[in-house]
């Protein structure tokens, strides 16, 4: 799960982590009220969606970019009145952009320099590893495969959390000396402690800016949570922005679905994560594009697969579906009854490509063959990628 920035900088707050003072607007004359307000001669007006490269992203069919100084009141309602309403659009974003609802008005900051920091899980060491660079207000992403030197880790145990003496050489690598030392260190600790703390898969300050008294101030805040823990934090759950998700994927996730929304015009629906990785990976082999990610589960019943077929076909972009069921706990027969079942109450209007393998499949084959449905059957994975993708085309 994903949260604004400034709800992300309200944790960093709580937690003792230094943040500038701001003010969320949702209107124009919020914005300028919430200017006054600061006090300073400067703020920072700044788009809040769920997506990074907010600096360098533009409103769609204009030039405001997504984050703008301010000097005075006037020059916030005006950045907010053209920015609140508006599609953001950033190369997270994709063409179509994600609409601006709020603005963060933040108070200027002496900066003298920029730094990076981030927390991710590294699977293969088992731990949280803390990052941090020189290269602050980058893409981070560049910085790897570019000058993949100047990013410096420390993985640390989520129980003893960060150690002294991993953050003071981390603070050493930034060339960091004397008070900013030490204000790295209680910082660093402090947000490694969060990470953990709140089930975070991902935290990130870009840029982490040492200020002109040399203390460590975090300009902005990006948190995403581990969904599968949200249930010890109720807290956190409230701070979900479900008009910022896909609504197929929020759709999906209601019925117990794991949907995820791609490019391609091949639908999938598939019963295991890595199965279903496995047939987007061959469909693309053979020439198709997958439209989605969709694991219905193992233990997947009627009215789940009726609406996957729901959120499939509601994408005008799918012109044709792959169901590939490799029953273990699920048997075939209960897939092809469903399938039969959601032709009945949804109707497919585009080709349909069934596989079966697995527990009772040949009864499950029988149901289908018997069914007077027009379904495309196919023996083995790699003859139902050659057949969706064809009907894909023909379509």
């Not at 703390?197 to 581990?226: H, R, W, Y």
């Not at 053979?286 to 076909?313: C, M, S, W, Y």
């Not at 579906?321 to 048997?331: A, E, K, T």
């Amino acid at each position: 799960m994903k949260i604004h920035e400034h709800q992300a900088k309200q944790l960093f707050r709580d937690a003792g982590i230094a943040v500038p003072n701001g003010v969320v607007a949702r209107t124009p004359d919020e914005a300028a009220d919430a200017f006054a307000k600061l006090g300073g001669p400067v703020a920072v007006v700044k788009a809040q969606v769920h997506a990074g490269g907010r600096g360098k992203g533009k409103i769609k069919g204009t030039e405001q970019r997504g984050v703008e100084l301010v000097k005075s009141a006037d020059d916030a309602r005006r950045v907010a009145a053209a920015l609140l309403g508006g599609d953001l659009v950033t190369i997270q974003t994709g063409p179509d952009g994600q609409t601006v609802n709020q603005v963060l008005v933040e108070a200027g900051c002496d900066i003298a320099r920029e730094l990076y920091l981030g927390i991710v899980v590294d699977r293969a060491a088992g731990k949280p590893v803390l990052m941090v660079s020189t290269e602050g207000g980058m893409d981070i992403e560049k910085v790897a495969e570019e000058t993949p030197h100047l990013i410096h880790t420390a993985a640390f145990d989520p129980d003893a959390g960060l150690q002294a003496y991993q953050s003071r050489k981390l603070a050493w690598r930034l060339g960091l000396e004397g008070a900013a030392v030490r204000s790295a260190d209680k910082f660093m600790r402090a947000i490694c402690k969060l990470f953990v703390d709140c089930d975070c898969s991902l935290a990130e300050i870009n840029p982490l800016v040492v200020t002109g008294d040399v203390q460590l101030m975090a300009l902005d805040a990006k948190i995403n949570f581990d969904d599968n823990a949200l249930f010890r934090h109720p807290n956190l759950a409230e701070l979900r922005d479900k008009s910022e998700e896909d609504a197929n994927e929020l759709r999906a996730g209601e019925a117990g679905l794991s949907y995820v929304q791609l490019e391609g015009n091949i639908g999938c629906l598939v019963n295991g994560a890595g199965l279903a990785m496995s047939t987007m990976d061959i469909v693309k082999l053979h020439g198709g594009q997958p439209a989605n990610f969709l694991d219905v589960g193992g233990g997947a019943n009627k009215d789940q697969v009726t609406e996957a077929f729901r959120i499939l076909l509601g994408d005008k972009n799918v012109k044709a579906v792959l169901v590939n069921i490799f029953g273990g706990i699920m048997q075939c027969t209960t897939i092809a009854n469903a399938v039969l079942a959601a032709y009945k109450e949804v109707g497919f209007n585009v080709p349909l490509v069934v596989r079966l393998e697995g527990t009772e499949v040949e009864e499950g084959r029988k149901i289908l063959a018997e069914s007077g449905v027009d379904i495309i059957t196919a023996d083995g994975l790699t003859d139902a990628a050659k057949k969706v993708v064809a009907a894909a085309t023909a379509a």
